[in-house]
Nanobody
């Protein structure tokens, strides 16, 4: 099971932190964040292998967003800084049963419901 929290409203240039709770044997999985804006396809944001600490970012967020994992509590976080209005979307956490990081939705096995992030200009 996967569940997200932490979405909300922010101003451009501001910050938000999203969190994702993952049940099960987390050390055997990698996790990622995706987002979907109205009228657009789901877009990869970031991914992490919490065992090796490998991370991978979309070029559109690299340097502004940071993905991290707390394996003791089986949680994945997405720190979003320097938010832009185009960051507005529903953000979803996903987990895969492979340790390698991945950037396409079909590579993920479990998904959360998503949390809304709205950035005003």
């Amino acid at each position: 099971q996967v569940s997200e929290s932490g979405g909300g409203l922010a101003q451009a240039g501001g910050s938000l932190t999203l969190s994702c709770g993952v049940s099960g044997t987390f050390r055997a999985k990698s996790a990622g964040w995706f987002r979907q804006a109205p009228g657009k396809e789901r877009e990869f944001v970031a991914a992490i292998n919490p065992v090796a600490g490998n991370t991978y970012y979309s070029p559109s967020v690299k340097g502004r967003f940071t993905i991290s994992a707390d394996t003791s509590r089986i949680r994945v976080h997405l720190q979003m800084n320097s938010l832009k209005p185009e960051s507005t979307a529903v953000y979803s956490c996903a987990v895969r049963t492979m340790l390698t990081v991945a950037s396409t939705p079909p590579e993920y096995d479990y998904w959360g419901q998503g949390t809304q992030v709205t950035v005003s200009s």
